[in-house]
């Protein structure tokens, strides 16, 4: 029984969303009709239908009934009940699915996808697929409210079997059933006895317009169609409507003469009307980011005669929005002023328009303007569906000039105005942030966090996790930042975002992954790296996170998966100079990791066949040292080393490559070698007159002290031997390699005839923590003579 009830309501409820409000049914009337339906408990499925029937033949209800419903039984209940239901006929099924789709935007699920998740003897009847793009019917708001206009044609009333085919074939349109619904247009008009014959041709046209857009489709046919639904005879607005589509075809086929014609006869036809279709034509086109087709409906309607203030503003704002889209902040506020000044400061201006020019100025962070503009929104419109998102934005640009008790009132306006819709939600949640700034007892993103936003609609889960992608920014808690990005960019478009916010939203991700490289933490740096697919970053970003990507997996040991990431950034079609550069000369050291010569060479190959500047001849010439070493042959490696010296230009650069040669002559036992290229590099450290901070000295350089020390004692250079080990003991006493130097210190002075002073520095030795030096030090004796007899080496 409770389920037949909860039935007959979803069928009420779905009834109800196909009609647009018109003049208000008397109280009685809806109360009867409410009550009748409600007891009905005893009534079938089938009679259920029946009453589903009935219900839609009503023309008029009153504006809050559907709020009246929510209230009563709960919008949730409702609206599972609606999903659960199985109704027998293709029609009811249409007819239900307004509420389906309503509740797809707040699931933020595809509607097509729920259609079919639910549905699914429709999505077969109707050949309903989930991958079908929408169509220009969802239309979405720049606020990111999802409406589907209930009469998209004009205001079309009617009942019974006709009327409910009509909104039967509309809904098969709006879920993107385009040959479902162009097959059930061609049954229709052959069998029309002339009842809604020109709805079903322009909503033949429109569909085979789609399928042109949509799905590479000829234009030819749905040109054909939108002629042939232009009548001979007919009131004025509806044939110019019909001409002005004509001329929409044409300009998707390339056709700009004729589009231009057509759109001029339209508006010979009726100016009035042909200028409201081409200004809303206009504002689809900018947001779908046609620039070309934007072009000329506004040279169009630019050229027109005699044309109203109001057209010519909004003409004049057109170039603002593009500007706008394009993430030209500082030219469209430009282009704003000029607008604003030649059209008496924007009063002849309609809310998109207005909207466009406060987005601007918001964006600009000039605030108190944006403010004046968001007021005229909030009192000119404020039936509009955009004035509860114009006050809440209004809100935040009060919060913005730090004006808290204003910012207050104006969400609270938003929460009590306009209290169903979902930026009251938001308004409430930004108000608590403002009282927790002003307050500072709690966290300004706890009003946020403590909001269950999994189940919230579309623009509360969005603008909220906006909101918390900022404030955790502003906390430099920039990993948790990033993920909120990216969540943002998986769940929604958020091209709009990074358009306007490129640079600062590109530091997010630079900074979370940087702040792990210096924490040494390489796992999370690879977590994020695995998240950063939907973020559209600039090809420089891009080759910069996957070098610290490779990094880490190389740190893990984890060659074959550095590998991969250098592989799939190469396979990338933008890539910067500096990045390619950078990837191929880390992937050759990646295959040399892994112990692949044979591939590392290729990469080399590759390279310098790309690359040829003496910079790029000196990065070759590295990496095949690098290569040399791996298969053993240090004399080849030496040699290109060499090679390598003469391309670099960086002093710095070059002292490391003189440092590399002499520690592979080193190990080779080239004395000669190591001293030639030692010298050059320790020569202000190891002169004595030089006062030196040895905390700056890099390790490198140590060691190739104590390496240009033996090779001096090796080659019997003892006096420069000697000055070489004394200045290493006073610049690094703790080194471990402190006695030895000792030690060979006390050699030299042997060679050089000075045995008092050998004796001293075997004394020395006896105060070494290591017990060897110290036994060494204590038979000095027995080790003088020991040495005259023997040659050591540090070797």
Wanted: charged share 25%.
């Amino acid at each position: 029984m409770k389920r037949r009830f909860c039935l007959l309501l979803s069928l009420f409820f779905a009834a109800l969303t196909v009609w647009r409000p018109g003049t208000v049914m008397a109280t009685d009337s809806f109360a009867t009709l409410t009550v009748a339906i409600s007891r009905s408990t005893s009534y079938s499925v089938e009679k259920g239908s029946n009453a589903g029937e009935v219900i839609l033949i009503m023309e008029n209800y009153p504006a809050d009934a559907i709020s009246q419903l929510e209230k009563q039984f709960g919008e949730h209940l409702v609206a599972m009940q609606v999903l659960e239901m199985k109704p027998d006929t293709l029609r009811l099924k249409l007819i239900i699915l307004p509420v389906a789709f309503e509740l797809a935007v707040k699931r933020r699920l595809s509607p097509q996808a729920l259609v079919i998740e639910f549905f699914p003897p429709l999505a077969t009847e109707t050949g309903a697929s989930a991958t079908v793009p929408p169509t220009p019917m969802w239309e979405m708001l720049t606020d990111g409210t999802a409406v589907l206009p209930l009469d998209p044609y004009g205001v079309v009333k009617g009942e019974g079997e006709a009327y409910a085919q009509y909104i039967s074939l509309v809904n098969l349109y709006r879920i993107g059933a385009l040959d479902a619904a162009l097959t059930q247009l061609k049954e229709a008009l052959r069998q029309s006895d002339g009842a809604f014959w020109r709805e079903y041709l322009l909503l033949a046209g429109e569909t085979l317009f789609d399928l042109a857009r949509l799905h590479g489709r000829s234009a030819t046919d749905a040109l054909r169609a939108l002629l042939a639904a232009e009548p001979e005879q007919t009131d004025p607005a509806f044939k110019a409507r019909v001409i002005l589509l004509v001329g929409y075809a044409n300009l998707l086929l390339g056709n700009l003469d004729d589009a231009s014609q057509t759109f001029a006869r339209g508006l010979s036809a009726h100016p009035e009307a042909a200028l409201y279709f081409l200004l809303g034509q206009l504002q689809a086109t900018i947001e779908r980011g046609d620039r070309r087709s934007a072009d000329q409906i506004a040279k169009v309607v630019g050229q027109a005669s005699d044309l109203p203030e109001a057209v010519r503003a909004k003409l004049c704002v057109v170039e603002v929005m593009w500007t706008l889209r394009e993430g030209g902040v500082k030219q469209a506020n430009a282009l704003a002023d000029q607008c604003l000044t030649r059209h008496d400061q924007g009063q002849a201006l309609g809310l998109g328009q207005l909207l466009a020019v406060a987005e601007a100025r918001l964006l600009s962070h000039r605030f108190g303007e944006a403010k004046d503009l968001l007021q005229r929104v909030v009192r000119d419109f404020p039936d509009h569906a955009k004035a509860p998102m114009a006050a809440m934005r209004l809100g935040d640009a009060l919060y913005h000039e730090q004006r808290w008790t204003e910012s207050e009132a104006a969400y609270e306006l938003t929460v009590l105005r306009w209290p169903d819709t979902p930026f009251a939600k938001l308004a409430a949640m930004r108000r608590a942030e403002v009282e927790a700034q002003v307050s500072a007892r709690q966290s300004p993103a706890g009003a946020y966090l403590e909001e269950d936003l999994h189940l919230a609609p579309e623009p509360v889960d969005r603008e909220a996790k906006l909101r918390l992608m900022w404030l955790f920014e502003a906390l430099s808690a920039y990993d948790t930042a990033y993920l909120y990005l990216v969540d943002l960019f998986r769940r929604y478009d958020g091209l709009r975002y990074w358009t306007f916010q490129r640079d600062r939203l590109s530091a997010i991700v630079m900074n979370a992954f940087k702040d792990y490289e210096r924490r040494g933490e390489p796992l999370e740096i690879i977590r994020l790296y695995q998240a950063k697919d939907p973020l559209p970053l600039s090809p420089d970003v891009q080759d910069r996170i996957t070098i610290m990507a490779a990094d880490a997996y190389l740190a893990l040991g984890k060659g074959q998966e550095a590998v991969r990431v250098y592989q799939e950034a190469l396979a990338r079609p933008s890539r910067t100079y500096g990045g390619e550069r950078q990837i191929l000369l880390d992937l050759t050291l990646a295959y040399l990791a892994q112990n692949d010569i044979y591939r590392a060479e290729k990469t080399q190959e590759f390279f310098i066949s790309r690359y040829a500047g003496d910079e790029d001849q000196a990065s070759h010439y590295l990496m095949l040292a690098e290569i040399d070493e791996a298969k053993g042959e240090f004399g080849m490696s030496m040699a290109v080393l060499e090679k390598a010296l003469k391309y670099v230009r960086d002093p710095a650069q070059a002292q490391k490559i003189a440092l590399r040669i002499g520690r592979i002559a080193y190990k080779q036992k080239n004395y000669e070698k190591t001293v030639e290229r030692f010298s050059p590099v320790l020569m202000h450290i190891l002169d004595r007159k030089v006062i030196i901070d040895p905390s700056i000295i890099p390790d490198e350089v140590r060691n190739a002290a104590y390496g240009y020390a033996d090779s001096l004692c090796q080659l019997g250079r003892y006096a420069a031997c000697l000055d070489a080990y004394e200045r290493a003991n006073i610049l690094f006493p703790a080194d471990s390699r402190r006695p030895i130097a000792q030690y060979f210190s006390a050699v030299c002075l042997l060679k050089l005839g000075r045995k008092a002073e050998a004796m001293l520095a075997f004394d020395a030795l006896t105060q070494s923590n290591d017990p060897f030096w110290q036994e060494v030090g204590r038979m000095r004796s027995i080790t003088v003579d020991w040495i005259a007899k023997h040659e050591l080496s540090l070797q």
